[in-house]
């Protein structure tokens, strides 16, 4: 084909791709109007030369749909995506929940996605501006420190890097004294809102994770790492309520028959749950002892009752004891 030719088969293609979809169909003298839009040509496109065209296409595997519509006239679509709308959606949603991410980022993910469907369904994919956004000034830091562990975690290299938290003057102060911390990466997750490192921390030879945005001075190191086989994601992140890292203890907790949901929704289908009369049941599962996994049981109220171990039982009088005195103070 010559050169005039290879053109109008990528514009028809391109054409097909953003106007039409399952529900937008475009007829052979439409896609001849469009054309001359783009080309500037005033010469019409014979109805043989792209019907031509869309032959050629369907023989590259650029699936085109034909539908007769009335007095015989044939509708032309491209329907085949390498996203259904619903998992765009998912996507779109995901990067608006993320409170970390700037309104303009948002809206540059979004504007790129949106280019993966045809414009008619890309008009209905929600905007930035719609919700209710934080800022965040260390999205920058993040966005660099997702990265670094990325590369880290396929290349198989440890990490160095420092760590800290903000004090009430809103001051970022470091851990161990500005100390640099050696980790082996394992896993790069999304959890309530933020991102973690999970890995293997030489300092106390045990697996750890650290919040990125808490993540300071990272370098990826020369020195290799064989991850451990023990170790399985679901499993720790399951164990870890709300991300805080403690010692891992079996426990049985009494639930009311109203927060099976709840629980099945945090432990999965596979939870070990028994009914022991019409109105609750026991969860039996290991979990990291923490102040997180205590806040999480006493978020149920009266619903939940923790049986075992006698230690955080304890632990759990005592947290309710201390909400007490707060506001016995009043």
């Given amino acids: ?16 791709f953003t106007d039409t979809d399952d529900f937008n169909e475009v007829g052979i003298d439409e896609l001849s109007e469009k054309l001359r839009g783009i080309t500037g040509d005033p010469m019409t496109v014979d109805y043989r030369t792209i019907k031509r065209d869309l032959e050629i ?53 979004i504007n790129k996605m949106k280019q993966l469907t045809s414009k008619h369904i890309g008009k209905t994919l929600p905007e930035p501006i719609m919700f209710g956004l934080t800022k965040n000034m260390d999205y920058e830091l993040v966005k660099l420190n997702i990265d670094c562990v990325h590369r880290a975690i396929s290349e198989g290299k440890a990490l160095t890097y420092k760590y800290g938290k903000y004090n009430v003057e ?4 470091f851990h161990r004294d500005g100390d640099r911390y050696y980790v082996e990466p394992y896993a790069l997750i999304w959890q309530n809102d933020f991102y973690y490192l999970i890995g293997y921390f030489a300092g106390t030879q045990e697996i750890r994770h650290y919040r990125l945005d808490r993540i300071r001075e990272i370098e990826i190191s020369e020195q290799t790492f064989v991850k451990n086989n023990d170790f399985h994601l679901q499993e720790y992140i399951n164990q870890s309520f709300h991300m805080f890292a403690g010692e ?24 070990d749950i028994k009914k022991i009369d019409g109105d609750h049941f026991v969860l039996t599962t290991k979990a990291k ?8 049981i006493l978020t149920w109220g009266n619903q939940a009752k923790v049986l075992s171990p006698d230690y955080l039982v304890d632990q759990v009088k005592e947290k309710i004891k201390q909400m007490q005195e707060v506001y016995a103070e009043q």
């Fill in 57 to 109: 296409l369907d023989e590259l595997d650029f699936e085109i749909v034909r539908n007769k519509g009335k007095f015989g006239k044939i509708y032309y679509s491209h329907q085949a995506r390498l996203f259904e709308t619903y998992q765009l959606r998912l996507m779109v949603d995901a990067i608006l929940s993320a409170r970390f991410i700037t309104t303009n980022e948002k809206k540059k993910l």
């Fill in 170 to 173: 809103k001051e970022f102060e």
């Fill in 248 to 271: 891992e203890i079996w426990i049985k907790v009494q639930f009311h028959a109203d927060l099976v949901n709840v629980v099945l929704d945090r432990f999965g289908k596979e939870a």
């Fill in 1 to 16: 084909m010559e050169r005039g030719s290879n053109y109008r088969l990528l514009k028809i293609k391109e054409i097909l």
């Fill in 289 to 296: 002892l923490s102040s997180g996994l205590i806040n999480w």
